[in-house]
Each structure stands twice: as C-alpha cells, then as structure tokens.
C-alpha cells in the first residue's frame, strides 16, 4: 500500500513535468513564431544539444534510486573531453582508443567512488564533492589551455548528419530541407532504452530500487546492499563517461572550465522527472523530460538573444528548488516508512 | 608508555595540530625563511604572516561551517557562491551601479550592510529549504551553489565592478598606521565572538543536541528546526563578512572568482579540525587550526608551482584521506586487522 501511494506521487510529479514541457513548448511556438521554433529542427535540436546530459542524467538516476548521488560528473565530463582532446591532438592516439580510454577511466572513476561510499559508508555527497575538485583539477593538470580537436575521424563522427525522411518543409527558395539528427542523439536513445530495460527488468534494476526504498529491509531480505550499490556507481561513472565522450562530440574541444555546473542539470534533471531524493522512486524516462525542460530553457533564452546566459542557470535552479519542494511536501503529507538514506 | 601515548592521540586537537605541524616543517625545510619577519613602511611582512592573512575569510568561512555540520550532519557547499553573491552586492551599491568608481556612491557601511543582508538572506534560504522543507543539504545548497554565481553576475551585469577608493581597501590589506593587516583582526574577533555566543548562551548546547539527536533533542523540548535554521542563517552571514573580505583584497567585485573553490576549503577544515562530518559534537578552535593549515598547505602548494586550478587534486585526495579514517567500517576492519595481528606477534 505504502509502495503504491509512493507510486502515485511519482506519477503525479511525472505528469507535472510532461505538462509543463508541453506547455513550455506550446508557449515557444506562440511566442517565436517568426524565429522558426516551429520547425521540427527546433524540436530534434532539443536532443542534438542534450545527447550528453540525457545519458549522464540516466546515471544520475541510478544513484538517485540507491539514495546516493554523484554531484562530480560535471567536472568528469571536462575531465573526459579534455583527455580526448589531449590524447588525439598531442599525443596522437587514434579516435577509437582515446573513446575506449575514457570509458575505461570512467568505470575505474565510478568503481572508487562506489567503493567509498558502498563499502567504507562515507556520504556519497562528500565522496563525490571531493571526486568534484578532483576531476577538475586533473583538467587542470592535464591542460590549462584549451585544446581544439582536429582528429578527422573524430570530427566524422561528430559531423555526420543522419537525415530524417519526415518532417522536412520548403524553404523561401523552395528546397526541401529535411531534417537532421546526429550520432550522438542514437547512442543517447540506445543507452536510454537499456537503462530502462535494466531497471525494469533484471535482478539488478529491481534491487537498486529495494535499497533505495529501504535498506534495512533490503539488508533482511539476503540482498547484497554493498555490492549492488557500488555497481550503481561503478554504472553512473561509466555513464558519466559516456555522456563525455557525446559533449565531446557536441564541442569538439576540451577546457577547464567546461560543463561547469552540469552537475546540477543532471539532478534537476532527474528531480524534475520524478526521482526522489530519497530513493527508491523514479524511472530513467522522467529525466528525459526533465532534460527536454532544461533544453526548452535554453532555446528560450538563445531564441529571446538578449537575455544573458546566466539565466538558464538561474531558471534551472528555480525549477530544482520547485520541484524539490513539490516532493518534501508530498512526502510530507504521507509519511513514508523506510526513509533512510 | 603506550597509554600516554593514546592519551595524547585521543586529545581531541591532535590531529589538526600534527598536521599543522607537518605542514609547517615541510615548509621550513624548503623555505628556510618562513618564519622570519620583517618591516617594511611600518607593516610587517613574511611568509606566517601573508599564511595567517590570506586564511582569514577561511577561517570565517570555516566557523560558519562547523556550526552547520555539527547541527545537521550536512555541509554547505553555497558558501563560495554566497561570497561572490556579497561582493557583488557590496559594490554595486557602493558604485550607484557604475563599472568603475573613484568614490563611494553610498556610505561605505551601506555597502556593507547591504551586503550582509544579501547573504544572510541566501542562508536563510538554504535554511529554510533544510530544516523546514526536510531537504538533504548538499542538494538543498547545490541551487545556491551554481545559482549564486549567476544573480552574482546579474548584480554586476556581468562585469568587474571596481571600487577605487583606499578606505575599501582597509578590510582587505591594511588599515595606515596598523602593522598587521586588517583581515586577521575580523577573523579573530569572529571567532572570539561566536565562541561567546556558544559559551555563555546555551546555544552551542542546543546544537550538539540536536546534531547528536534529532528526534530526541525536539522531544526534550528544543526546537531543532529552528536551531538548524538558525546555523545556516549564521553560514550565510559569515560568508557575506569573508565575501566582503575578498572583494576589499581586490576592490572589485568578479562574480566568477571571489570564493572559488572555497566550499571544498571550509570543509576540509572542517574535517581536518577533528570534527565528525556526520554532526555531533563540534569544536571550533579544531576548525580554526585546520583553516590555517590549509591556507598553508596551499601557499606551500603554490611555491611549489602547483597552480590555482590545481590545487584541488590534492585538496580532493586530502578530503578522502580524511573522511576514510574517520569511517566506522574502516576504523572497524583496521582493528580486526590490528587483532588478528597481535596473537601472531606474542
């Protein structure tokens, strides 16, 4: 019964979140008529722009559900997009190895931080924050300039349009432009699906939300509490590694003061889309949405031309706050057994 | 022998004042002329005395934080960010809102006043969202955290603002006629006078209590909500007072740098100081030490040609250091291997 009233309020937020997004979007289409919002390009941009943070955000997810979180995948990606950058250009390792190279860092990242938090029971806030600084003062270290990615593989990779057979419409010149997605926006969508097919359907998703939902009971029911979380991590830093290597793909270039605050788009992402902070509740498809809220945002503001940069920031942060109290006071309202972090 | 020895590693301060000390050594030995002192147009200058000056707003920040650990067993990570958010404030109301200025549009306190107000509201905001909304803090403070820098930079419109004026230098450097620089003042009256508010109200009681215990401590009747609302309130009032440090040591306001990488400094001193970051009991003078020992370990980072976006690789692997020792499982299997040890050695 308790499961159920959980349930509901997730769905609840759930439907919020995909209102507001269809309404937001609405609005856009109203508001920027003229500017061409209303091209499906604008919509697919949405996904071209966000590749990145829907994998990272999907990560974020899993660690949310075990009532953890990782607030150093920020730094991670400027990490990982100043490693390509610094393998391809200066030390001239080929496209494939410096992606393998990263992906393999990226677990070995996870695997130390789910050890401390799975294993010595250190706050995964703390774990993280340091996990953090880290990450962006090996940017710093590895770098301090910005390095431009000339790799013409790599630019392939990151250039290939991908056109889509629907959709198209004539321009003022009557050519037939047909709209596009690239790469990135396919291994997002894949990685998104399996995410979701590992939550729902293997031993593992389902022990990820038991602990998220209550440890202790988890802990009495034989599961492995220690294990499954630390593959949580070890999971999320692999993610995060991945959602590198498409932002890599998205800039083409790595500096130290890239994705700064991106951290905090993947949580309000995932918080937006319905996952609790307390774990437990919440599914990768929610922080889709919230990713698509965020790039609304974003082309609101590009779209708008005046308005600062800044404000994307502030808005997110606007909505996290929202949408965090939305839970508290739903959590409130029905007290739900098991809260433990 | 041995049980004095356990006496001096249980003593509470021990392990700030063996870093500080360690600290210093290595700085000694490669700068033999750390500890000398010298004056120059009536000011001292040297190595202790640039390590003590530049750890005041650590120092402040780092009190702050203790307060809030220790209450809710959570950090905030905001405290950076609430330091740019009062630079800016201070001098956009002291500069009417011009980039630069040679003198004040509005009297000096003001500024800072207004300043204060600033950030003492955004505490009370992460206040808010932690005691009454029931929300982790990190998560809580994260909004600030990233948000800050942005209304920091709505505050200046995205510019430096300069206040070219020497009294809003004196916070930062030196006040004429006085040797020593006037941040170290700020920060020792900070700590002296938040220490009497613990000491003599029962304040610093009430928020061991209800860091210990919760529940326990809003059924004997204290209002734990409040008191946890009251220390973020206090954060965010002391990162203003180190937020108008920093912005006088340059006398401008950049929203992007002023507190950079502070919160992971405020923590670390935190942890370094002894205290538990799971909340409890608390102790500022540990704190304090600790403050000092990492402005040290970073001038010490520094000459050793580390630079500034560096340093928190080995800030980082300090903090994990730390909070590994502190860990029950580690302490727990450290001595099941210390006891499986011992029957081989006799």
């Known amino acids: ?341 | 022998m041995k049980n004095e020895w356990k006496k001096i590693t249980r003593f509470r301060l021990f392990l700030p004042i063996m870093c500080l000390i360690l600290v210093l050594l290595v700085n000694v030995i490669k700068t033999p002329s750390f500890f000398f002192l010298s004056v120059r147009n009536g000011v001292l200058y040297g190595y202790i005395i640039d390590v003590i000056n530049r750890a005041s707003e650590l120092v402040v920040l780092a009190v702050g934080m203790t307060l809030v650990v220790a209450a809710s067993g959570g950090t905030d990570i905001s405290v950076g960010s609430m330091m740019a958010v009062a630079g800016a404030m201070s001098c956009y109301v002291l500069s009417g809102g011009q980039v630069s200025v040679n003198g004040y549009a509005a009297p000096w306190i003001a500024g800072a006043l207004s300043a204060l107000a600033v950030a003492t509201l955004c505490g009370a905001w992460n206040g808010f969202l932690v005691a009454r909304m029931r929300i982790q803090p990190m998560v809580a403070t994260l909004i600030l955290f990233t948000a800050g820098r942005g209304i920091a930079q709505l505050v200046t419109r995205g510019q430096i603002t300069y206040i070219r004026v020497d009294s809003y230098k004196y916070l930062g450097n030196f006040i004429p006629h006085v040797p020593l620089p006037t941040s170290i003042f700020v920060a020792i009256l900070v700590v002296v006078l938040t220490n009497l508010l613990l000491r003599k109200t029962s304040l610093g009681l009430y928020i061991q209590a209800v860091g210990i215990n919760k529940d326990a401590s809003r059924l004997v009747g204290i209002k734990a909500n409040k008191i946890i609302f009251f220390t973020y309130a206090f954060c965010g009032f002391l990162a203003g007072i180190a937020g108008l440090i920093a912005s006088s040591r340059i006398y401008s306001a950049d929203a992007n740098n002023i507190g950079l990488n502070m919160e992971l400094d405020a923590i670390l001193a935190v942890a370094l100081g002894g205290n538990d970051l799971a909340g409890g009991k608390f102790n500022i003078t540990g704190s304090v030490i600790g403050a000092y020992t990492i402005q040290a370990l970073t001038t010490t980072l520094y000459a050793m040609g580390v630079t500034a976006d560096q340093v928190p690789v080995y800030k980082a692997i300090v903090v994990v250091i730390i909070v590994t020792l502190q860990s029950e499982e580690f302490k727990k299997w450290f001595a099941k291997a210390m006891a499986q040890k011992k029957p081989v050695e006799a």
């Not at chain 1, 130390?112 to 799975?118: K, N």
Request: proline share 1%.
């Open chain 1, 1 to 341: 019964m308790k499961k159920k009233n959980a349930f509901n309020e997730t769905t609840f937020l759930l439907k919020i979140t995909i209102s507001l997004f269809v309404v937001m979007y609405a609005l856009g289409m109203v508001v920027f008529r003229e500017k061409g919002f209303i091209h499906f390009q604008t919509f697919l941009n949405l996904f071209i722009s966000n590749a990145s943070l829907i994998v990272i955000a999907a990560g974020m997810t899993l660690v949310m559900l075990t009532g953890g979180i990782d607030i150093s995948v920020g730094s991670c990606v400027a990490l990982y997009c100043m490693m390509l950058a610094y393998m391809m250009e200066r030390q001239c390792v080929d496209a494939v190895s410096a992606v393998a190279i990263v992906l393999a860092t990226g677990l070995g990242f996870g695997f130390v931080q789910g050890f401390l938090v799975s294993y010595l029971r250190i706050q995964p806030f703390i774990v993280t924050l340091a996990g953090m600084f880290f990450a962006r003062g090996m940017t710093a270290i590895i770098s301090v300039d910005m390095i431009t990615i000339m790799n013409k593989r790599f630019l392939g990779w990151a250039q290939d349009k991908l056109f889509l057979p629907f959709g198209g419409y004539l321009n003022r010149k009557g050519v037939l432009v047909r709209p596009f997605i690239y790469p990135t926006v396919i291994i997002a969508f894949i990685t998104l699906v399996l995410i979701a097919i590992l939550l729902r359907y293997t031993k593992f998703g389902r022990k990820i939300y038991a602990i998220g939902g209550s440890e202790q009971s988890s802990l009495l029911m034989g599961l492995n509490v220690r294990r499954t979380r630390l593959y949580a991590y070890v999971l999320d830093g692999f993610l995060a590694a991945l959602g590198g290597v498409l932002f890599c793909l998205n800039t083409c270039s790595g500096f130290v003061e890239q994705a700064r605050g991106y951290e905090m788009e993947a949580i309000a992402a995932a918080v937006i889309g319905g996952t609790l902070l307390t774990g437990g509740v919440g599914n990768v498809f929610g922080s889709l949405f919230g990713v698509l809220i965020k790039g609304t945002i974003e082309t609101f503001i590009t779209f708008q031309g005046t308005l600062s940069s800044w404000w994307t920031k502030i808005t997110i942060a606007a909505l996290l706050a929202f949408f965090i109290i939305l839970q508290s006071i739903l959590g409130n309202r029905k007290p739900r057994t098991g809260e433990n972090q």
